[in-house]
């Protein structure tokens, strides 16, 4: 009779056979499950619910799997170089600033997807090719403008104002009573940057020249810099207090809550109405940031894509993103109708995303978002896109926050606007090299 | 030393051999890695490193704003450490006395160390907002206006060591009433016979009797207070204009948001560096020793 009884030695042998398939079968068993790892940086629940549901159509289609991880969008860089320097790299990533996409593709870790962006139109300054090529497909402008109470203006007899004088007298008109006219954060993080610069630009003010030299205190540009200091230290009690801590759920707060008259912000403010504060909708309008002689126009913008990471599985991940793109990308804008608005020139025109409630209701709100990418008058700019290509240089002037710091000084300290700029481009330059 | 004879000897000395293995590897590793770290310049954590030498360390050593961030930490650290060991051992004192409802409120007063930061942080956060704030509006409701909590760099400097200390405080009353608990009964007592008044036992009999207690719990407070980042980025994120930036945040802010990962690295291998000192000179001062002659 065989003696079945195990002796050390068998268990041994077991354990070295296990650990040797583990190490060296595992990863052959991993690549037969050919699994997708898509890092999404959109975390309302409407937008996950919409890619866990192309997933699973994908998967059902051609077995690959398509795992869905969300994090909050600042956190998505982070966990992308995180994955990275694991050795378990995502395969698609959802990236929102053109700096983190250059850093990826200078380091080798992105895959060219010229040939799919090719496919369509795009609107302006939104694509940052690299060395001739694209390396993301964005899904969202990120345009901030101002919104405002019609029926307030009605009652005060305002217009839309079309200069910094016009629009600081109504937000002193508009304030009092525990009310506010306007709501602009301050302090030293991206919402400032996103909402409260957009008068400067209308101004016309340029931060770097075509070499990537700092021109903001330069004969030209300062006078413009020092002009939209002292407006906005003007429009500062017009302001609610701690608009230093002031953030993008602050100014939707203020706004929805009837606290402030006007207010910056893209799309996402009108959905929030529509689901908050629906008596407010109808009586909210919205204008580009005006210049100080009512000559220009400006929107700030922001932008939000997804990458395709340099892995075992990049080609199948390409195939994934020109499926989905082409099935699925209507219904992604769709999960924050308003907000996202598209970069792709075609979309407007396609009835399936036309069809939406929310986009049929707020025809002239759709109607002026595509304005700013038609019109030849409308300027776009943000400091991480300054410059005459993408490049690494305005991100960092970006993340130094030198112009919150400005703001700061002027609005808190009350110094002078020179002196504010002379600080300001003191730091920019130490960042520019 | 004793010999490891037996199985269950040597299965003592494995577990700690593996014990001290792990907490090597869990901290020496990244303060090794960060030291690596410091002397390339790298953009991110993916990006090509160029061996830059203690160029990263001369480069932050030369920023008025390193030297800023240091003091505004020592500032920050001193305030905190002192005011917790003041309210933290006051607090110990009265707790220690007998009382109806002792055990419910020795209890309560651990509360604040439960939280997590970011729940205190975020009540901080609402109770001051500019607009809406509870204490805001109380504030301009017994007519000194609405305080620019966030926009003073004083008031905002004053706010999280309030926060700080609201929060670990617990953990010094806590570890002095423990040690409370150790002082012989019969020394105060004799001390009354002798007519000391609460203050004299206090001094003459509690301070000494605790100070090697006093001594740790500076130690650590020191360590976590000098190290701080969780609740001041929560509350303030270093700001207004740098007033509350401290070395953590500005090596954070450094190495993963002004793509620097070399300068960060630098940053915080200096302010661990500069903590050693503190401590090595602190224990000069203050040897642990001192509990065994007692003793």
């Known amino acids: 009779m065989k003696n079945t009884e195990f002796n050390r030695r068998d268990v041994l042998k077991t354990a070295v056979a296990g650990a ?139 217009k839309v104002p079309t200069t910094w004088d016009q629009m600081q007298e109504n937000a002193k008109i508009l304030t009092g009573d525990g009310k506010f ?42 006078p413009k810099v020092i002009a939209y200091l002292e407006y906005m230290k003007k429009l500062s009690p017009s302001m609610p207090q701690g608009m230093t801590q002031a953030l993008f759920g602050t100014v939707l707060g203020q706004y929805s809550g009837g606290q402030i008259a006007h207010a910056p912000y893209a799309g996402r403010l009108m959905e929030v109405l529509e689901d908050k504060a629906p008596a407010l909708v109808a009586d909210t309008g919205f204008f580009m940031y005006p210049d100080s002689a009512g000559k220009a126009q400006a929107v700030n913008h922001g ?74 008058d ?34 808190i300290k009350g110094m002078p606007a020179p002196e504010a700029l ?12 | 030393m004793k010999s490891f004879r037996t199985s269950s000897d040597k299965w003592l000395l494995a577990a700690f051999v593996a014990c001290i293995a792990f907490t090597l590897i869990l901290i020496l590793v990244p303060v090794l890695h960060a030291m690596h770290l410091s002397l390339f310049k790298s953009e991110s954590f993916v990006s090509e490193s160029k061996w830059v030498g203690l160029a990263n360390y001369v480069q932050v050593l030369s920023e008025p704003a390193f030297w800023r961030a240091f003091g505004i930490g020592i500032v920050f650290a001193l305030l905190t450490i002192a005011l917790q060991l003041v309210l933290g051992i006051a607090c110990a004192l009265l707790l220690d006395q007998p009382f109806f409802g002792r055990p419910v409120i020795r209890g309560l007063a651990i509360l604040p160390y439960l939280l997590p930061t970011v729940v205190v942080a975020v009540a901080f956060q609402w109770l001051l907002d500019g607009s809406l704030g509870l204490l805001t509006i109380w504030s301009e409701q017994i007519g000194i206006g609405r305080p620019a909590w966030f926009e003073n760099p004083l008031i905002a400097m004053g706010v999280v060591v309030v926060a700080s200390v609201w929060t670990w405080t617990p953990f010094v009353t806590v570890s002095f009433l423990a040690a409370l608990q150790t002082v012989p009964k019969s020394l105060y007592e004799a ?12 001094w003459h009999i509690t301070i000494p009797m605790l100070t090697p207690m006093l001594v740790v719990i500076i130690l650590l407070r020191s360590i976590w207070m000098f190290n701080k980042f969780d609740i001041i980025w929560l509350l303030t994120k270093g700001g207004p204009l740098g007033a509350t930036e401290h070395l953590p945040i500005m090596a954070y802010r450094r190495a993963f948001a002004q793509y620097d990962v070399g300068g960060g690295a630098a940053v915080a291998t200096l302010s661990f560096a500069v903590l050693s000192i503190l401590i090595i000179v602190y224990f000069h001062f203050y040897p642990l020793e001192e509990k065994d002659q007692r003793t």
């Open chain 1, 20 to 158: 040797t398939l583990a190490l060296t079968g595992a990863p052959a068993v991993h690549a037969q499950q050919k699994s997708i790892r898509f890092l999404n940086a959109e975390p309302g629940r409407e937008s996950v619910r919409v890619l866990r549901v192309a997933a699973a159509e994908y998967e059902k289609q051609t077995g690959i799997k398509v795992i869905i991880d969300t994090v909050p969008p600042d956190d998505a860089f982070s966990k992308t170089q995180a994955s990275i320097a694991a050795g378990t790299p995502y395969d698609i990533s959802t990236l929102a600033f053109a700096g983190h996409v250059l850093l990826l593709a200078e380091a080798g870790k992105l895959v060219p997807i010229t040939k799919l962006v090719s496919k369509y139109q795009w609107g302006p300054r939104i694509l940052f090719p690299i060395k001739g090529e694209n390396y993301w497909y964005p899904y969202d402008y990120n345009f901030c403008w101002m919104y405002y109470r019609k029926d307030l203006y009605k009652q005060k007899g305002l």
């Open chain 2, 191 to 202: 001390a009354r016979v002798d007519c000391a008044g609460p203050w004299a036992r206090f």
């Open chain 1, 422 to 433: 002379e600080i300001m481009s003191a730091k920019y330059r130490t960042v520019l090299g």
């Open chain 1, 181 to 222: 006219g306007v709501s602009l954060p301050l302090g030293a993080n991206a919402a400032t940057q996103w909402m409260s610069l957009g008068n400067m630009w209308a101004e016309g003010v340029s931060m770097l020249d075509d070499n990537f030299k700092l021109i903001l205190d330069n004969a030209q540009m300062k």
């Open chain 1, 303 to 376: 932008y939000d894509g997804w990458v395709i990471l340099n892995t075992p599985m990049r080609d199948e991940s390409v195939k994934f993103m020109e499926w989905f793109t082409d099935r699925h990308y209507i219904n992604f804008l769709h999960s924050a109708p308003l907000h996202f608005q598209p970069p792709r020139m075609d979309i407007y025109d396609d009835p399936r995303w036309r069809a939406h409630p929310l986009i049929e209701k707020h025809a002239d709100l759709v109607a002026f978002m595509k304005s700013l990418l038609t019109r030849n």
């Open chain 1, 378 to 411: 409308v300027i776009i700019k943000s400091i991480d896109t300054e410059g005459p290509t993408i490049d690494l240089r305005p991100p960092k002037m970006f993340e130094t926050f030198a112009i919150c710091d400005a703001l700061q000084n002027v609005m």
